[in-house]
């Protein structure tokens, strides 16, 4: 039996973290994970990350994993896969079963960073091939490269429905639309606003009725729902969809932990594992840290992954207990700030109807997942000056802030906590360069220039599909729920690697569509 | 169904394209890939039927939890192909029920 100080269950953000702050002490670990790559669910995303500069906010997700990855190696932790963990017993030794044998190994602390699944939905027709979590599709378009279908219906509006629909649009797939069966937008108003612009519809309040096909999906048919969840008979409506894609939430993985008996508490979604402040299970030093021990994200995932491994080293007395109290104070305000907001785990999906600020919610962002043209004003981050000037439509308090840390000029300001809502600072004058629309990680903020001469505007918006329009070329101008409003002729592309991959598409429009166009398509007018 | 280009991830690296049977019917993919990934490039997307009810299945998790997605693969059924590398020359089939039709 092989010894570590520190054993790892999980290669993800969390199992990663935790690992790289144990072997930074001097710990000798080990992690293992039962996938053929490391990283968890980092790799498949591909989008820029929310929060501070300190959880790695505007970062793509991929290259978080890559710099995860690169650290833990550097610092001599030592990665298993294709080794799942099949079992934790008492004393913490683990049983992993690797391709050539089951083999046991000792560990003096042990984190369990195992994730979460995803949760299944059933309904007539749910086991058509066709029908896929939206986690499958992200690995096969993200990983494997592979669309997963044609013509996809989004079953969930929560934040990974919002995320892998938007990428499915990135691999050149069409969405016919977000389906949930909750009255409102599950997910950020910024993800949903980035769909609705490009024509996705949402259909809040439905469910699916039957998934249709004898051997594959050919259609979908979805339908209203009554207060008790009875689909309201007549408000049926088929979509033509080769692929369903189910997004309904994710259950954390805690099986390792029950079957070696640690606590469990049910917290009213699932089963989750009792854990002191530091991850430490009732098991002693045993931990629990990620997704595993309560659904997040993966910023405070790397945190928690961070703490237990800080507590574990402390344990074996790698550390002082005064430097592990500067450092966990460290970690522990980086969580906090995370975990604030009006998506914040505390609020268990409870939906104020005012911001911090005492600002409106968007009710049309929660119900249609775009903002109304008449509400965009109101908002802080909103006014009209000469020239031009960011337009920052982010009407919700969520952990971020890249947008204010982006600006060379100061002119964007994320004051007291950074869910607060970004205001532009009308008085440090906008020098139209492009990085906070480009760091955003929302794809909120557009830069309008009001009057650009012969009764014209300008409007620049982030882009991030192939192929890129071309200078001069004509097409549509799509408003926030996506209708075409006017013709536009693209005037201006810029790429940078400072934008990291976000192309900034800018197009001419009549000067009064300059504060409705948010999107732009190439199209023959009608 | 191949996204050789992505507005994020770039051009595909190239790999090794090999070829494979399925069903008997010739087929090529990448070296190192899932089965089941060169699969559905090639639009193939019932992998097996049940053995009860003879209803066909698919990719359903595409990371090795479901076993929706098993086939007999050089005459082995029960393979999860979400998660087995795609060889040179292998021979990918239809499962029915627990393979005990395979041939
Ligand atoms: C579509 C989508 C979008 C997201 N967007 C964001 C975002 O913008 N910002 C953000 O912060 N977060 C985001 N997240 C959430 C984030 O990806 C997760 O919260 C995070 O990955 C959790 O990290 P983890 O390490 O706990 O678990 P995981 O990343 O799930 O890693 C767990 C690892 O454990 C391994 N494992 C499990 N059981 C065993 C076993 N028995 N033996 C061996 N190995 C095992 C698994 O193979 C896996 O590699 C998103 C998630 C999704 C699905
Ligand atoms: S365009 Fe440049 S100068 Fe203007 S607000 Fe954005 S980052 Fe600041
Ligand atoms: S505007 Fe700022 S706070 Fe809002 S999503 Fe964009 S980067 Fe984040
Ligand atoms: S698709 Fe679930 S195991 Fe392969």
């Known amino acids: ?526 | 169904m191949r996204l050789t280009n992505h507005p994020i991830l770039g051009e595909a690296e190239a790999r090794r394209e090999v070829t494979f049977t399925f069903d008997g019917r010739a087929m090529t993919g990448f070296e190192g890939e899932p089965v089941a990934a060169a699969l559905k490039a090639a639009g193939v997307v019932v992998h097996r039927y049940t053995k009860k009810n003879r209803s066909p299945r698919g990719v359903f998790c595409a990371i090795g939890r479901c076993t929706d997605c098993v086939m007999t693969v050089n005459g082995r059924p029960n393979v999860r192909t979400c998660v087995t590398p795609l060889e040179d020359g292998m021979a990918v089939a239809t499962q029915y029920g627990a393979g005990e039709e395979a041939k």
């Open chain 1, 1 to 526: 039996m092989t010894r570590y100080d520190v054993i790892v269950v999980g290669a993800g953000p969390a199992g990663l973290s935790a690992a790289a702050e144990a072997a930074a002490a001097g710990a000798r670990v080990a992690v293992f994970d039962e996938n053929a790559k490391p990283g968890g669910q980092l790799f498949k995303q591909i989008h820029k990350f929310f929060g501070a500069k300190e959880h790695k906010a505007k970062i793509r997700g991929v290259n978080i994993g890559a710099e995860l990855l690169a650290e833990a190696e550097g610092l001599g932790v030592t990665v298993f896969l294709n080794a799942p963990v099949m079992g934790l017993y008492k004393d913490r030794e683990v049983l992993v079963r690797h391709a050539d044998a089951v083999r046991r190994y000792k560990g003096d602390a042990v984190v369990v960073a195992t994730g979460a699944s995803e949760n299944m939905l059933t309904f007539p027709g749910w086991t058509l091939p066709g029908v896929t979590g939206a986690g499958a599709a992200q690995t096969m378009m993200n990983i494997n490269r592979v669309k997963p279908g044609h013509r996809v219906l989004m079953l969930g509006s929560g934040n990974v429905g919002l995320v892998v629909g938007f990428q499915l649009l990135q691999a050149g797939c069409e969405l016919a639309a977000v389906v949930d069966a909750a009255p409102r937008v599950g997910g950020y108003g910024v993800h949903a606003a980035k769909l609705a612009r490009t024509g996705v519809p949402f259909y809040l309040s439905h469910t699916v009725v039957r998934a249709e096909g004898t051997d594959r999906v050919t259609g979908v048919v979805v339908g209203q729902v009554d207060d008790t969840w009875n689909v309201i008979p007549g408000t049926e409506k088929r979509f033509d969809v080769d692929t369903i894609c189910i997004a309904v939430g994710l259950s954390s993985s805690t099986q390792l932990l029950k079957m070696a008996g640690c606590a469990l508490r049910d917290d009213g979604a699932g089963w989750l594992p009792v854990c002191a402040d530091d991850g430490e299970t009732s098991m002693a030093r045993v931990y629990a840290a990620g997704d595993v021990s309560g659904i997040e994200e993966a910023s405070s995932a790397m945190i928690e992954g961070r703490i237990a491994g800080a507590a574990a080293v402390r344990k074996l007395g790698f550390v002082t207990e005064e430097a592990l109290a500067v450092r966990m104070a460290e970690l522990e305000s980086a969580l906090e700030s995370l975990r604030g907001g009006m998506f914040a785990p505390g609020r268990r999906g409870k939906i104020p109807d005012k911001t911090d600020e005492g600002l409106p919610i968007s009710a049309s962002l929660l119900s249609r997942g775009y903002l109304d043209d008449a509400e965009v004003d109101q908002y802080p981050g909103v006014k009209k000056t000469a020239g031009i000037r960011p337009v920052i439509e982010c009407t919700q308090n969520i952990p971020c802030n890249p947008c204010r840390d982006a600006c060379p000029k100061g002119c964007i300001k994320v004051e007291g906590g950074i869910v607060s809502l970004p205001v532009y600072d009308e008085k440090a004058g906008c020098a139209g360069c492009g990085l906070c629309v480009a760091a955003c990680s929302g794809q909120s903020i557009f830069l309008v220039d009001d009057d650009t001469g012969g009764g014209a505007a300008e409007v620049t918006i982030p882009y991030e599909f192939l192929p890129l329009p071309g200078e001069g070329e004509r097409g549509v101008a799509l408003s926030r729920s996506g209708a075409a409003l006017c013709p536009a002729e693209v005037v201006g592309v810029k790429q940078s690697p400072a934008y990291d991959k976000t192309a900034l598409v800018t197009f001419r429009v009549p000067q009064e569509f300059a504060m409705k166009a948010r999107f732009w398509r190439k199209e023959a007018v009608v």
